[in-house]
Nanobody, 128 residues
Framework: QVHLVESGGGLVQAGGSLELSCAAS????????MGWYRRAPGKQREKVAS???????DYTDSVKGRFTISRDNAKNTVYLKMNSLKPEDTAVYYC??????????????????????WGQGTQVTVSP
């Protein structure tokens, strides 16, 4: 099993900054892609950003130039630095881990997990 724990959400004024972090723990050998999704009130969940083990990033258009995703592979942790926040960024932000391999009993690559793991979500509220 893998657990994702997010932190760093909160209330900020428009134009301000926040940094989210998400630490994955459990029987992990590797995590192929880590990312952030968000769900705003009355809207569907959308992908915000993702990053591969090799550092390849992808952003939704609305956050390009304002948000930066990074990860520490040794710590199985992903970060989302959010600058120039706008009221429309208000949402619950969820951490995602995909293409996960568990570790076997002696620490080598074990089974592949054919589904994603999700964190519990952290609220980000941007006031006008």
């Amino acid at each position: 099993q893998v657990h994702l724990v997010e932190s760093g959400g909160g209330l900020v004024q428009a134009g301000g900054s926040l940094e989210l972090s998400c630490a994955a723990s459990g029987s992990i050998f590797s995590i192929g892609t880590m990312g952030w999704y968000r769900r705003a009130p009355g809207k569907q969940r959308e992908k915000v950003a993702s990053i591969t083990t090799g550092g390849i990033t992808d952003y939704t258009d609305s956050v390009k130039g304002r948000f930066t995703i990074s990860r520490d592979n040794a710590k199985n942790t992903v970060y989302l630095k959010m600058n120039s926040l706008k009221p429309e960024d208000t949402a619950v932000y969820y951490c995602n881990a995909a293409a996960v391999y568990h570790s076997d009993a002696i620490g080598y690559r074990g089974t592949y997990v054919p589904y994603d793991y999700w964190g519990q979500g952290t609220q980000v509220t941007v006031s006008p």
